[in-house]
């Protein structure tokens, strides 16, 4: 089971963090966050993983090397002109570093669910793409997804208004997707947001959701550092 982990942002909103470290190597309980990233993943079904990497990815490269320390095997594909997240999708796409049914998380999430029963639910519903979702009790962002008696009928990171009215629910950060959307939904060598694909995916009827209710955590902001920093110090090494 692959997941993709999207690691080639600027994380401005780190800074001065950030100047001279990418965001995933940010300590967190004395720790670099992509470790404790990489230990749930190994411990909850994934077997490998693949950084699309880009600002300082060398860094992330050296630290984690192989991947062996975890029980995985670990893959790069780095970017030397930044495509955004749906280019640099294609981009290793067309370097053939994708299985044809894939997970993708960032580089900045710590989210707290079973892989394994995600993308086996991925696998059954023979749909183009899965994106996970979580009411949004914790307002820590707008909601963005339709998501009705069980059926994910729009996600839209800019929407009006009137569909505004209708998002009780949130992108939780953790896709399903297979390499044939990517090739043939993607265009080669551009710029191009992962979002958008999702919103017309979604209106066309080829995107599902599955509800999940775990809280998540995240280091792409200084109030998500600190929370995730007391999360760690309050539970220990000790997380299943």
Known sequence: MQCVILAGGLATRMRPHTEHIPKALLPVAGKPFVERQLEWLSKHGVTEVLFLTGYLGEQIEQAVGDGNRWGLKV????EDILLG????LRLAADRGLLRPKFLLTY???????????????????????LMTVIRNDFRCASSNVI??????SL?????GEANQKRMEFLDYGLLAL????????LEAGKKLDLSDFLHVLSKEGRLVGMEVSEKYYEIGSPEGLNDIEEFFQKRGENLD
Not at 85 to 88: R, Y
């Open 75 to 78: 893959r790069y594909s780095q």
């Open 85 to 88: 997240t749906g280019g640099a």
């Open 107 to 129: 580089c900045d999430s710590y989210l707290r669910v079973d892989f394994g029963k995600i993308f086996q639910k991925f696998e059954k519903c023979g749909s183009l793409a």
């Open 147 to 152: 998501f009705e008696a069980g059926q994910l």
């Open 155 to 159: 996600y839209d990171k800019r929407a």
């Open 178 to 185: 297979t390499a044939t959307a990517v090739t043939e939904r």
